[in-house]
């Protein structure tokens, strides 16, 4: 590589292993097993901004940054009861806020404009919480079995929640909580996410033999036309 466009990263600690960019590119972590933490750099100085402490087995599963509040998301497996741990990349000597667990989460979601974050958990339910002051703002049902997937529509108005076996994909709508529509899952999905423009759901199954499957995503206005004509999904 040319050295001109070769970015160091200063004093990194033995053994670290970068694992993720914020959203705009501005820090990137490494975890480091031999010092059993975190280090957290600025991209374009290379000086390290932050690090943190964590368990051996809790890599950052999930981070992200925003400017006018930069946050790093540890996200702890089984070992921590599914705690989701905040970091304030801005204040590293602040102490970490830590989310009520609803069981060991199996993935999380935050809208795109970085306002709500939503955890599912292996207890069926989903948490839905303000990133602005990190309030619990609901506790939704997703499956009777655990709740393996959740994603948010680009506009954040829906939230898509997947699970175990039939009828398992089910669409949410943000503000009310409501419930909008359940979709036939078939088999247990490892990931699920929106199309960029929202009019669209693919849910990634973990069996190869049932792979992906896609539905069409109704936005809010369609579903309430629909209902109000007296139809149904």
């Not at 089984?78 to 806020?97: I, M, T, W, Y």
């Not at 759901?201 to 049932?210: L, V």
């Amino acid at each position: 590589a040319d050295p001109e466009n070769r970015i160091v990263l200063r004093d990194a600690p033995a053994g670290a292993m970068p694992v993720a960019f914020c959203d705009d590119n501005r820090y990137v972590a490494a975890f480091s097993n031999e010092s059993i933490g975190m280090t957290v750099w600025d991209v374009t100085s290379g000086k390290i901004v932050g690090g943190f402490p964590t368990t051996k087995e809790a890599w950052p599963g999930f981070w992200y940054a925003s400017p006018s509040k930069p946050l790093l998301v540890c996200f702890p497996p089984e070992v921590s009861n599914g705690r989701v741990v905040f970091h304030r990349l801005d204040q590293p000597d602040a102490k970490p806020v830590s989310l009520r667990p609803l069981g060991s989460v199996l993935d999380l979601a935050v809208s795109r404009d970085k306002t709500l974050l939503a955890t599912a958990n292996e207890t069926g339910r989903v948490g839905l919480y303000d990133l602005t002051d990190f309030r619990e703002v609901a506790v939704m049902e997703g499956s009777a079995l655990a709740a393996d997937a959740v994603a948010f529509s680009p506009d954040g108005t829906r939230l898509v929640i997947t699970g175990e076996g039939r009828n398992s994909v089910i669409l949410r709508d943000v503000a009310t909580r409501q419930e909008l529509m359940r979709l036939d899952g078939r088999d247990q999905a490892g990931a699920v996410e929106f199309s960029d423009d929202g009019t669209i759901i693919m849910s990634r199954s973990i069996s190869r033999a049932t792979g992906a499957r896609i539905w069409r995503a109704p936005t809010l206005a369609e579903i309430e036309s629909i209902e109000a004509a007296g139809g149904g999904w």
